[in-house]
């Protein structure tokens, strides 16, 4: 992988795979994270993986470049309230 502006990239809740291993996210438990590129949709979909903290209030992902290994850090109650305004039924 070239390096990439990590912070350029969100967590790709059009992806139906991703959307499942969030819903089922464990305290603790690292998962694999599918981020894609916030306004750039040619870019190519990079992988990181991600923990929710034991609170419950925030969701770290690590993605590991060429330059290094970068957190991102999101709020879990924001990520999910967001998760669910998607339909299994669009």
């Known amino acids: 992988m ?3 502006d990590v912070n350029q990239y ?4 059009t992806n139906h795979s991703n959307r499942l ?3 089922s996210a464990v305290p603790g438990r690292q998962m694999k994270v599918v981020l894609r590129h ?4 040619t870019q190519p979909a990079i992988h ?3 923990l929710v903290s034991a ?3 925030v969701f770290s992902i690590d993605v590991v ?3 290094g290994v970068h957190r991102l850090s999101h709020s879990w109650p924001e990520l999910s309230a967001e998760l669910a305004t998607f339909s299994e039924v669009d």
């Open 48 to 50: 990181g993986a991600g």
């Open 65 to 67: 470049t060429p330059a």
């Open 2 to 4: 070239n390096d990439v």
């Open 55 to 57: 609170d419950k209030k």
């Open 38 to 41: 916030a306004r750039d949709a």
């Open 21 to 23: 291993r969030l819903e």
């Open 10 to 13: 969100i967590v790709d809740l």
